[in-house]
């Protein structure tokens, strides 16, 4: 019965940050000239409160829920065609970001340091997976795709995970009080 | 649904309406996947039909332009981009660069593709229960030999249906938090960090106590993986339009 109770609990708190990457996509907070989008802030987050397994699954099914053509993805637009467009790469890329993100951070027992080289793992898988992507469906050169898809998130990028690590913090009680 | 109107469930008797679910699913993967290889002609076909669709289902152009307005200037930086960015005979010169006539049909062709897909899920969510879409999921994912019904693809469904019920319940929160946080003069603080930090934790710590909430609910509730689902029948017209649409995508993808 409890690991029932337990197994609801943690589907329930995956779909939901599964939501929270959707909203992500909607919802810019005005820092600066360039808003920030929350997106890859929540895939990163996921990965360090629900772990690998978890966090795998709510990616999975954030991007399958896209892939129906539910509206969760950035401009409020779902289907099949966004892993086809030129932002498919940096979506198919949350897949294994999430999970070494997860990964490294149970290994490290939730020690901030892991946590921070986690998400640095994270984003650099990401964009590992976006910019090539970007540059094949665009036609773009390397250095114009780095200049397009990399260089100008990398601060809003620094800003996240240094907002995550204090975040993670206060929210992992309340994921593993069970 | 706070801000994100377009793309809900728009309660009708039309024709999509009664169409099975399965079938709809199944036509809007495959009619996406086409989209992706259709040329000029087989676009601007695909958009009548689209239009003639969305008449029938009652769903104003207004709300749709207005709605999707965010996904136009997409559109527009894919256009530009492809346009200014494929070689060929050049069109019209800005600064340093030039437009080119390939880069603008190809633009054009890409954009108009986009677009196409775009329609397709609001035509597919408008005229769709959540929890039709919920069973339809399942139902095609077991069709799949190396995933099991009864484990992976209720709880897949089960959790796309969550987050549809967790969307407009965090836009909602998350307005709440930015007004609060304006009401205390949060404009007066520069640094990004903290800011982010105290948008975030509030807002999470809340969704996650509502989040506790719905798991105590649905234990109340009894909730288990092998529930009763609605039954979907389909009619011979069903099976009829799986066929046309599949002949439709065969023909493009072969020609």
């Not at chain 1, 401009?75 to 490294?104: E, K, M, N, Q």
């Not at chain 1, 050169?141 to 601060?155: D, E, Q, R, Y």
């Not at chain 2, 800005?94 to 390939?102: K, V």
Request: charged share 15%; with cysteine; glycine share 6%.
């Amino acid at each position: 019965m409890m690991a029932d109770t337990n197994q609801l609990r943690m589907m329930i708190y995956a779909s939901l940050l599964a939501a929270l990457t959707a909203v992500g996509a909607y919802i810019a907070i005005p820092i600066g000239p360039v808003p920030i989008v929350l997106q890859n802030f929540f895939i990163l987050l996921t990965g360090l409160l629900l772990g690998s397994r978890w966090g795998l699954a709510a990616v999975a099914v954030y991007l399958l829920a896209g892939a129906c053509g539910l509206p969760v993805f950035a401009g409020g637009s779902g289907g099949i065609v966004r892993f086809a467009g030129p932002t498919g790469g940096y979506l198919l890329g949350y897949l294994p970001a999430v999970c070494v993100v997860g990964l490294i951070a149970e290994k490290g027992r939730n020690r901030m340091v892991f946590d921070i080289i986690a998400m640095i793992c994270g984003s650099a898988i990401i964009y590992a997976c976006g910019v090539p992507w970007l540059k094949m469906i665009l036609s773009l050169s390397w250095g114009k795709a780095f200049v397009v898809g990399m260089v100008p998130f990398l601060i809003g990028d620094a800003l996240k995970i240094a907002a995550a690590v204090p975040i993670a913090k206060v929210l992992r009680p309340i994921v593993k009080k069970i | 649904m706070a801000g994100l109107t377009a793309f809900n469930y728009l309660p009708g008797n039309t024709f999509l309406h009664v169409l099975d679910v399965r079938v709809k699913l199944a036509a809007l993967v495959m009619l996406s996947l086409t989209c992706i290889r259709a040329d000029l002609t087989e676009s601007l076909m695909m958009t009548l039909c689209l239009l003639f669709l969305f008449r029938a289902i009652h769903l104003s152009f207004r709300s749709i332009s207005r709605e999707l307005r965010y996904f136009i200037v997409l559109l527009l930086i894919v256009f530009l981009a492809r346009a200014f960015f494929t070689p060929g005979r050049p069109l019209i010169g800005i600064w340093s660069l030039t437009m080119t006539h390939q880069g603008v049909s190809d633009g054009i062709l890409i954009a108009w593709r986009l677009f196409l897909i775009i329609m397709l899920s609001l035509l597919f969510v408008s005229s769709t229960r959540p929890s039709d879409i919920k069973v339809a999921v399942e139902r095609l994912l077991a069709i799949f030999p190396f995933i099991s019904r009864k484990k992976v693809a209720v709880k897949v469904a089960v959790m796309m249906s969550l987050i549809l019920r967790f969307i407009p319940e965090i836009v909602n929160q998350a307005k709440e938090t930015l007004d609060a946080q304006k009401a205390r003069g949060i404009e007066n603080r520069k640094n990004p960090v903290y800011r982010l930090i105290k948008f975030a934790v509030p807002l999470i710590r809340r969704t996650f106590e509502n989040a506790d909430r719905l798991a105590l609910a649905m234990e109340a509730r009894c909730y288990s993986e092998n529930r009763t689902d609605p039954e979907l029948v389909s009619t011979q017209k069903d099976l009829l339009v799986f066929a046309g649409v599949t002949c439709f995508c065969l023909i493009i993808i072969i020609a």
